[in-house]
């Protein structure tokens, strides 16, 4: 990490710690001053040439840089460094194409064979207040980079590892602060389009991996306490460092081919619109998000069980976790939610089970939101502490929404329970509703499908029909459970233990 610091540093110069107003017109004493720096520290920093401009900004030709340990190079055919005419604020732009190099180190430690990447731009420009004669005094850093197009590619067929690698950003915008008073950073990134393609390959696992992606108006912005240590992490857990992220993205889509052990699998998808956002704040972990209607589909070829062709289409879903992770004087509360609609999967998939299609292939919708209260006992900073039985405790369990349906069969469930934790096991106080439908239907087709046998099929609707009542729909039953001091009642009859 500290050398490709290094050769961002080379790049902007912007992105060392600095903390104090200069006046522009000591830019280029401020940038003798970096240079001399970097050189002092082994890195080996050149230029054929030098030039001033009458407003101010500093030209370097040639540039090259090499950090100490000869592991990272940037090569550019010029770096510019020029007043804004805003107050301690200095723009960066750079050549339209730079070139840098990595040479990663082997598992033995030996140097491993050089990537080189091309840096590709158009309109980029770096606003910093970084660039200061004196690196002590200001409490805030900020960069704003701006660019119509920047990628980064590489072609490296002689690497072991990762063989070409291609990230290129369309109309990129991003902000970063760092606030050393603090110690925080916080930032926003926003591009039109985001691709990705990769070719990377692992020896060991003999493994060789393609892909190439595309995502559409992504936004991401983040905000987060910097942990330096082990234990500066662990004030995550304890509420006294904090961090939120949210990402949006519209249209994205994808294909790759994995191939392993005599074996090809060909993948793609295509995905409209997602939301995500996640948090450690006051101790509580957030993550909640949406997603729009996606297509996925893989093939295998080779090995020695072939799989068939799956084609899934999924109509959209969500999800939503809350979980206290310290703690407290009382209860806090928990959340968790999940979703899928529309599910549906191509006639090879359901040929594997059903061949002769006497189960109804209608979409799959899932439906999950539980809330409830809990009680942390042990926190999960206190590492020494921790098992399954000490952590905590669940005191509240709500049922919102709970619902499957598939195969022209449903069952819903709602109700609520409380737990009385005064014994070995939490033991459950309340009620709960569980409606089924078309299980009749569903059972008789799979008798046909030849999944399970006439007597299976009596057996188990003999059992729902003695634990249940009807509803008030054709092929519907209703059961009310209970949950007592003294045991478990289904329609007030007890169920044996």
Same mark, same amino acid.
């Given at each position: 990490m500290t050398r490709i610091a290094g050769a961002l540093l080379a790049l902007s110069l912007a992105f060392l710690p600095a903390t104090a107003p200069q006046a522009q017109e000591q830019l280029e004493l401020t940038l003798d001053a970096y240079v001399a720096v970097m050189k002092a520290q082994g890195n080996r920093v050149a230029f054929a040439d030098k030039s001033v401009a009458d407003d101010d900004s500093v030209t370097y030709s040639e540039f090259s840089y090499t950090s100490a340990d000869g592991q990272v190079s940037l090569d550019a055919p010029w770096i510019r460094f020029a007043p804004t005419g805003t107050e301690w604020t200095t723009r960066i732009t750079l050549a339209d194409m730079a070139?840098?190099?990595?040479?990663?180190?082997?598992?033995?430690?030996?140097?491993?064979?050089?990537?080189?990447?091309?840096?590709?731009?158009?309109?980029?420009?770096?606003?910093?207040?970084?660039?200061?004669?004196?690196?002590t005094i200001l409490d805030r850093i900020d960069v704003a980079l701006r660019a119509g197009q920047l990628s980064i590619a590489g072609d490296n067929p002689a690497s072991p590892s990762l063989k070409m690698l291609?990230?290129?950003?369309?109309?990129?915008?991003?902000?970063?602060?760092?606030?050393?008073?603090?110690?925080?950073?916080?930032?926003?990134?926003?591009?039109?389009?985001?691709?990705l393609d990769y070719d990377f390959a692992s020896e060991v696992e003999g493994m060789r991996s393609v892909s190439a992606s595309r995502t559409d108006d992504v936004r991401l912005d983040y905000a987060f306490d910097?942990?330096?240590?082990?234990?500066?992490? *662990?004030?995550?857990?304890?509420?006294?460092?904090?961090?939120?992220?949210?990402?949006?993205?519209?249209?994205?889509?994808?294909?790759?081919?994995?191939?392993?052990?005599?074996?090809?699998?060909?993948?793609?998808?295509?995905?409209?619109?997602?939301?995500?956002?996640a948090a450690i704040k006051n101790a509580v972990l957030t993550y909640a998000g949406t997603f729009g209607p996606a297509?996925?589909?893989?093939?295998?070829?080779?090995?020695?069980?072939?799989?068939?062709?799956?084609?899934?289409?999924?109509?959209?879903?969500?999800?939503?976790?809350?979980?206290?992770?310290?703690?407290g004087e009382g209860s806090d509360e928990i959340r968790l939610g999940l979703g899928v609609s529309k599910v549906a999967l191509n006639d090879e998939i359901w040929a594997l089970i059903d061949p002769s299609s006497a189960i109804p292939r209608e979409p799959a919708d899932l439906e999950l939101r539980l809330s409830g209260l809990s009680k942390i006992n042990v926190p999960l900073s206190v590492e020494e502490q921790m098992d399954a039985e000490t952590f905590g405790e669940i005191? *509240?369990?709500?049922?919102?929404?709970?619902?499957?349906?598939?195969?022209?069969?449903?069952?819903?469930?709602?109700?609520?329970?409380?737990?009385?934790?005064?014994?070995?096991?939490? *033991?459950?106080?309340?009620?709960v509703r569980v409606t089924l439908?078309?299980?009749?239907?569903?059972?008789?087709?799979?008798?046909?499908?030849?999944?399970?046998?006439?007597?299976?099929?009596?057996?188990?609707?003999?059992?729902?029909?003695?634990?249940? *009542?009807?509803?008030?729909?054709?092929?519907?039953?209703?059961?009310?459970?209970?949950?007592t001091q003294d045991g478990i009642l289904a329609n007030g009859t007890p169920i044996p233990q």
């Open positions: 070139e840098l190099t990595v040479t990663p180190l082997n598992p033995d430690g030996s140097e491993g064979a050089p990537l080189a990447f091309d840096l590709a731009n158009s309109g980029l420009e770096i606003d910093t207040n970084a660039i200061v004669p004196d690196p291609l990230a290129s950003f369309e109309a990129l915008e991003s902000n970063f602060s760092y606030d050393a008073v603090a110690d925080r950073v916080a930032g926003e990134l926003v591009t039109d389009t985001l691709a910097i942990g330096r240590t082990e234990e500066e992490f *662990k004030d995550y857990l304890t509420g006294y460092m904090s961090g939120e992220l949210s990402l949006d993205a519209g249209n994205s889509s994808y294909t790759g081919t994995t191939e392993q052990d005599g074996s090809s699998f060909a993948f793609s998808g295509t995905a409209t619109g997602s939301q995500l956002e297509n996925y589909a893989f093939t295998q070829t080779g090995g020695t069980m072939p799989l068939p062709p799956i084609d899934a289409d999924i109509g959209g879903g969500f999800f939503d976790l809350r979980l206290p992770l310290m703690t005191e *509240k369990l709500d049922i919102g929404v709970a619902t499957l349906s598939a195969a022209g069969a449903s069952v819903d469930a709602t109700g609520g329970v409380t737990f009385d934790n005064s014994g070995d096991v939490p *033991k459950p106080l309340g009620d439908r078309g299980l009749t239907t569903l059972s008789q087709a799979l008798v046909q499908a030849g999944i399970i046998d006439q007597m299976q099929a009596g057996m188990a609707m003999g059992m729902i029909m003695a634990f249940g *009542k009807p509803g008030d729909g054709p092929d519907e039953f209703v059961t009310d459970i209970t949950f």
